[in-house]
């Protein structure tokens, strides 16, 4: 079967972006084979137990005699000892009948109290628990009653499923149960499969169902609740009819790992780090390790899951920063898959990330995948500077080098689904919603705005401003509502406290108590139709994160508002404004009050025509850049990485001598042999200045002068060293070509007269840089400096503290990218040496300049024969180029070191090999 795969966990948040696919019509089976790939998204899958009926019952319609449909008990479903099983109400899709008394007309601060659970990770009641607490233990407060599910009739639609807690509860009444009944309870629990509506609904709403001109998509993910206390056959029962029924693959971990890796590991470590809030409270532990273990152990879960799914021709595609370890895991049982990866989430400049105690492993984990993804290219940027800094990988051209591999870097923002928003919006409930909110508020200003409760969305700002806004213009008190839509599945007292007494003061500013209040807000989600009409009857739309990676709420704002063409307040740090919005919405920065203040002003005031104008741009953006865009173009990206970094096995085969040789001789004249050998590193020794760099090259030499002995043999060496140098070490070797300062400097093949191939005028940083890194030099004890004509070699090979070198390097190479951009100038560093060169330079340009004199010399003809042989990073893109040059497979040979991954499609044994290679050659000849 072909397929192609992708992954992404988001096992149980709820999603603040887009809701997700309810009610997509129902997609055709995709024939087996009719697709090429398959991509196999790791999703969130949400499991639970119900002890209503059978699973084979709950698929029917007759709900069992003693349930109590879940519409009969709203409100308050969860006590708050059973909290942690609330998951269920929030994903319920069964809850119908919204009525106007619901939660959005309790004015704050007469709220409805929580309904979401803190954390689902001890839900159900641990297994430990049940065989720790020997003493029998009432169950507080709730009886627990299990309601047979309305079957889903589109479940045959639905890749995005999970299976959804169906617990539900009576309040008030109280039942007694021991441990025991407990385990049992949980252990034989039934279930049944329902559509998920939490989790990354930007990703599932982006992925086509029912398209068959995409490939067809599996997902591999958690069940994105605790699981201990089910027994085996239930998780059994459950794997199989995933995968069997959906193309979902679960992967089941241990309560301590799944919330380990994602309560803690992910929420309170990566999540505030990658959005710029470093845990550095003194007290903190944050960054104590004891979580690390179980983010692996989930990742290495996953990742086995990949393995074992994977059929060849696949893609797979790992999604977010939950999953950072999966690329590389998988990539070293499967060398030759596709994969990609897309980072959700903001990446934040490198002096942040090096916080992080596992960034090394971090970054090596991603790097892992052939293509990496980001929302902005601000995060693409980050990423690379950051590789650079702390791996010195070799970074250029979105490439990121390490240990040998490629992974290309881009970035795609994501969007929205039109078309499912559409048919959304057509729902008799929206138009219902819409009349009672105009009645509600008639004739006033309806800003919306809809968050989770986390201290990264700004919600205290945006009350801040909000408040500084009414002061200023007080007659608004009385014709504008700020309705904010907060939705939380985990406690976050400290933003509570901190907006409920901004918000306390607004409300209770006002004159009137008895009449209207400012702010609205409800710390719950709405139906989804609900949410949709307030969007359509608002003025405006807020957006006050603090750090956001893009933010699709705006983006469905836009869409709802052809009619009224309402204005967005859109914070300047969110991936949207950075990028597609940044010209037409309000962009503010959500710490200057002052300014957001403004910007409610203006949104409340702005002209219809200019609401018109700016709405307008915005709304062919996002009907122009949609989720399936988005996807299409990430899998393209993907593909085109692999196919770049063709790589089959660790080990690149041995270059086949028989074939060399009699290609090498088919060439006669007026044919030519081109060969490009890099000197230092492949025909000679080279790093440490205590190593026998400069040892007699007299073998090279003497191979040299026979083969050039041809004039059909044109040859260049590629060097670091300069021009002089060089020259002065071949000067016994006639007509040989030369390439200095790894392609400053060129001598072309017989000729005497050396060409520049930089802007010789633009050398005016080579004195400032020297000075800074003779400044760090002198703190590295046995680094030394070499300045060249146009570049200067740091090198490290020789310091004697491992830990000053990892500390410098990425100092350096970051402070000189940083601070020299304006100079067009590039630090790369590898393991021993940091070269900084004007940005253009390369080696492969200097190979097509030498290329072209032949041409013009050859009556345009390419060689008959190409070789090129290096084992530098910057070799790579020598290889590269000698493979497109469009002459015929079997006359190019490229060849590096073994054990290297590499552009080139053989290799020799070592600087020993390569003078093997150049004597045979010359002997041959
Ligand atoms: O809270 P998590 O389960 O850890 O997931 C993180 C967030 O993922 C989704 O948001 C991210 O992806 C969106 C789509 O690419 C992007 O627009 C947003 O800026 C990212 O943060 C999800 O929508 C959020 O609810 C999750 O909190």
Known sequence: MHRSAAACVHMFDADDDAFDERDTPIAPPVPVGAISRRSSLLQSLTAAASSSASRAQSGSNSPAADSRPLEDSKGSYFSNSMSNLAFAMSANTDITAVTPNDALFAPYPARTPYKQPKSRASSPTPRKSIVEDRVPREV???????????????LTALRNVHIEDSFSARPGIRQHRNQADMRDFYANASWQILRYRKGNGGLTNAIPTNDRTYPSFAWIGTLGMPTDSLDERTKKAISDALIKDYQNYPVIVSDSTFDGHYSHYCKQILWPTLHYQIPDNPKSKAYEDHSWIHYYTLNRGIADAVIAAYKPDDIIWIHDYHLFLVPNMVRQALPDAVIGYFLHVSFPSSEVFRC????????????????????????????????????????????????????????????????????????????????????????????????????????????LAFERFLLKHPERKRDTVLVQVCMTDRSNSETELDISEIIDRINSSNADISSHQPVVLLNQDIAYEQYLALLLESDSFVVTSLREGMNLTCHEYIFVQSENCGSLILSEFTGTASGPFREEALIVNPWSIEKVAEAFDMAVSMSMDERRKRWKKMYQYITTHTGFDWTKSNLDAISTAWKNSRRVSDIVPPLDMKMVKSQFQLVQAPAYRMFFFDYEGTLTFWGSSKSSFFASPQKVIAALIELTSDPNNVIYLMSGLMAGELERTFRQVPNLGLIAENGCYIRP???????????????????????????????????????????????????????????????????????????????????????????DVTKSRAAEFALGRELSRRDNKLPGFLMVVGNAEDDENVFLWADRLGIPQQYVFTATFPRRISQAKASVEGINGALSLLAELAAHH
């Open 749 to 839: 093949f017989a000729s005497n007269e050396w060409i520049s191939l930089i802007d010789e005028r633009k050398l005016s940083w080579v004195p400032t840089v020297k000075k800074y890194l003779d400044a760090i030099s002198e703190r590295i004890l046995g680094s030394y400096l070499v300045v060249r004509k146009a570049s200067i070699a740091f090198h490290i090979e020789d310091a004697e503290d491992p830990v000053q070198v990892e500390q410098w390097t990425g100092e350096c190479v970051n402070h000189i990218n940083v601070f020299f951009e304006r100079e067009n100038i590039k630090a790369v560093a590898s393991d021993h040496i940091i070269v900084v060169e004007p940005l």
């Open 356 to 463: 992080l105690p596992t960034r090394r492993t971090i970054l090596e984990g991603m790097l892992g995948a052939n293509y990496i993804g980001f929302q902005t290219s601000e995060y693409a940027r980050h990423f690379m500077q950051t590789c650079n800094r702390i791996l010195a990988a070799d970074v250029a051209n979105n490439v990121v080098r390490y240990l040998g591999r490629a992974s290309y870097i881009g970035s795609c923002a994501i969007g929205i689904n039109p078309h499912r928003l559409a048919m959304e919006l057509t729902k008799s409930e929206v138009t219902q919603w819409r009349s009672v909110f105009r009645q509600k508020w008639e004739g006033m200003k309806i800003i919306a705005s809809r968050d989770k409760m986390d201290n990264m969305r700004g919600l205290k700002q945006k009350f």
């Open 140 to 154: 507080e407060t709730t009886s627990l009653r299990f309601v047979p599910r309305k079957p889903n009739t589109d």
